[in-house]
């Protein structure tokens, strides 16, 4: 059953703590995508990655850090550095960055307490 | 960089009635997608379409890109229907990176 995972589905952190969201595709897709939703807004570009060990900063990339390091995952690391990171993550892949038909996995929602 | 307006931001309808909502966008693009957020989030692809018309069940939509909008149409609208429909384009220029718009968010009475 292909599809895109993300994990987890609700995270709750403290001030001043690094957490790690988890993205993992089963499409055989080359790109993948970070990003950031917050109450009532659309989506804003966090990261996004062409191929496997290249990765190039979104719109909104400060206080966040991403690897791609096999074709089927791509993690986003939330940092104490981002000054306001509740908020509900989501991670899409495409079959090449080329051709960008974006499909999405179900979301993390981060609450920072 | 580029700019997306979708409109008009709220919609409500009640059950069976037809709907249209626009997309306008500054710039040209290379690639368009239509999607619907569900209640818990979760986007749904509704249509890929950086130009000409395609048709889906009781949903189509039309990007004219020369002109710079596209049209999502809702025919017989279910409670289903309900959530918020967000257009995404991938601009030619300013690093090639995905633009949402702000979404229309559409209320169908029973």
């Known amino acids: 059953d292909g599809g895109i995972t993300q994990s987890p589905k609700y995270l709750f952190r403290k001030e001043g703590q690094n957490v790690t969201l988890s993205c993992e595709q089963n499409l055989n897709h080359d790109a993948m995508y970070w990003y950031r939703q917050d109450p009532g807004q659309g989506l804003r570009l966090i990261y996004y990655?062409?191929?496997?060990?290249?990765?190039q900063k979104g719109d909104i990339a400060e206080g966040y850090s991403v690897s791609r390091e096999k074709k089927e995952s791509f993690p986003l690391t939330v940092t104490s550095a981002q000054k306001n990171p509740t908020a509900f993550y989501l991670c899409?892949?495409?079959?090449?960055?080329?051709?960008?038909?974006?499909?999405f996995g179900p979301g993390t929602r981060l609450t920072v307490l | 960089g580029i700019q997306v307006e979708q409109s008009p931001p709220d919609l409500i309808l009640q059950e069976g009635a037809n709907s249209t909502l626009r997309c306008n966008f500054s710039?040209?693009?290379?690639?368009l997608q239509w999607f619907h957020q569900n209640p818990w989030g979760q986007l749904i692809n509704l249509f890929y379409?950086?130009?000409g018309t395609k048709q889906n069940g009781r949903l189509s939509a039309t990007t004219v890109a020369t002109e710079r909008y596209s049209l999502l149409y809702i025919s017989s609208s279910q409670t289903t229907d309900s959530g918020v429909y967000f257009c995404a384009v991938l601009g030619n220029t300013g690093g090639f990176k995905t633009i949402f718009g702000a979404g229309t968010r559409l209320f169908v009475k029973a």
């Open positions: 990655s062409q191929i496997v060990n290249d990765f």
């Open positions: 899409a892949s495409s079959m090449a960055f080329s051709y960008n038909e974006q499909f």
């Open positions: 710039d040209s693009v290379n690639n």
């Open positions: 379409i950086p130009s």
